[in-house]
């Protein structure tokens, strides 16, 4: 009863495995609607907008209201005792409960470029946020594509494992045959089962390399690990490259966003000096009060009831001495634009490098293409051969064996260099800035 169990529970927990079938584009598609990373780095966009928002608001009016109540002790009221006048006269009540509502208008004029700067450093600031998001978005594709391919050449290599599987074990047959005939000796027998043992345990590395693969590429894309993914796009060799190199380096340097981006805080940072610098000029604002209190102090005498005043004027501030406060502000502005600057030409060296990489890996892939084809063209004519020699009595047993080692290669690496060729194209466009 419990086998019965057992075995109604194994089918269903295999078929509750989810099958998907993704092409490139869908796998892509899914990628990027998935990636926390991406996630991230577009909230770190958004959260930039809105600190450039914030600074430059500061350019702007501000207006603020404020209200008070305060009650205070009792004390004597100020009076003034006239001759003719039994009691004294009161010139100022006392008012124990006190309300006092204001309402603030500042306008800044003039704060040595401070905030035009500060405005304009943060405005770069959030542009190279949104080309570091760029960034991290082409670095998600090229991930999904070399995880895609990845997983189709696992896929090809067991289905060429699984030939020289099923093609060794035919030939085991045929020398089994030959051995009762007396045709070949125990030896032979064992020379083919040997490489049929290589081939199943090539086999069993090849059926644990698809599930790693496929596990690699579902975690990337943020799916179920478990997912059975099933690819729909074949391999499209890239056509050939008119371009030169360097016209590449130049269409590198011109979209690549992670250099926008560097270019983008360089300016940030040269913003950054002018506002730093800002500590050396007065600080001019506009301002203006209205006033609604209870008692209005500035209406004499004081009266217990609410009226209403107010006053406009201009302000000016300026730091005298403060320890050199202003000029370490400005050292360290100018030490950040060094930086900056600094970081965007080791960027373009770098970016330049990596193009160049690329765009070599990618020529040597397309020969490498060119090569294993023919290599393979050139192992099955010789496995053809070499079996007619091998039913024909003609060819060795051993001769055999190697046409068939020969031919699982050549398949093999035909396999790799024509993946090799997809993913280095797709690291070309990654280094040149570009999704597709």
């Not at 999904?144 to 699984?162: D, G, M, S, T």
């Not at 478990?226 to 056509?239: A, C, F, H, R, Y």
């Not at 060094?338 to 990618?362: G, H, I, P």
């Amino acid at each position: 009863m419990k086998k019965l169990l057992l075995l109604a529970f194994i089918p269903t927990f295999i078929f509750s495995q989810e099958k998907k079938s993704l092409s490139i584009e869908e796998a892509i598609q899914i990628g990027i609607d998935q990636s926390k990373q991406l996630h991230i780095s577009e909230m770190r966009a958004v959260a930039s907008d809105a600190k450039s928002s914030e600074v430059n608001a500061n350019r702007l009016p501000s207006v603020k209201v404020q209200a008070s109540y305060t009650r205070l002790s009792d004390v004597y009221p100020f009076a003034v005792q006239l001759p003719s006048m039994l009691q004294p006269v009161v010139i100022s009540p006392v008012v124990l409960d006190q309300y006092t509502t204001r309402l603030a208008l500042q306008q800044p004029l003039f704060t040595g470029f401070k905030l035009s700067k500060s405005a304009e450093a943060a405005e770069y600031s959030a542009k190279a946020a949104h080309f570091d998001f760029e960034k991290d978005r082409t670095e998600t594709i090229f991930n999904i594509k070399a995880a895609y391919w990845n997983l189709y050449r696992a896929n090809q290599v067991e289905q060429v494992i699984n030939e020289n599987v099923l093609q060794m074990n035919a030939h085991l047959v045929d020398v089994k045959n030959m051995l009762e005939q007396g045709l070949v000796t125990k030896n032979e027998v064992l020379k083919v089962e040997l490489q049929l043992s290589n081939s199943e345990i090539a086999q069993i590395d090849a059926v644990n390399n698809v599930k790693l693969s496929m596990m690699n590429l579902n975690n990337i894309i943020g799916i179920p690990l478990d997912t059975e993914v099933q690819l729909n796009s074949m391999i499209k060799l890239p056509g050939e490259e008119v371009q030169t190199i360097e016209n590449l380096n130049h269409i590198a340097l011109g979209d690549r966003p992670d250099l926008k981006s560097a270019e983008n805080r360089f300016r940030a940072a040269d913003a950054s000096v002018t506002a730093a610098n800002s500590g050396w000029y007065p600080q001019i604002n506009l301002f203006s009060n209205y006033y609604y209190s209870k008692p209005n102090l500035r209406y004499q005498p004081t009266k217990d009831e609410f009226k209403d005043t107010w006053d406009v004027g201009v302000s000016l501030s300026w730091d005298i001495w403060n320890w050199g406060m202003t000029k370490h502000q400005s050292d360290q502005a100018k030490a950040q634009l060094s930086q900056a600057k600094y970081a965007e030409d080791q960027l373009k060296d770098m970016v330049v490098l990596e193009v160049n990489q690329s765009y070599l890996t990618l020529a040597q892939s397309k020969k490498k293409v060119d090569i294993a084809r023919q290599s393979v063209e050139q192992a099955e004519e010789n496995y053809r051969i070499t079996k007619s020699k091998f039913t024909n009595g003609t060819a060795t047993n051993t001769e055999l064996l190697d046409a068939e080692v020969a031919l699982l290669q050549s398949k093999l690496n035909h396999t790799t260099s024509l993946v090799d060729s997809e993913i280095a194209y797709a690291k070309l466009l990654k280094a040149l800035g570009k999704e597709n």
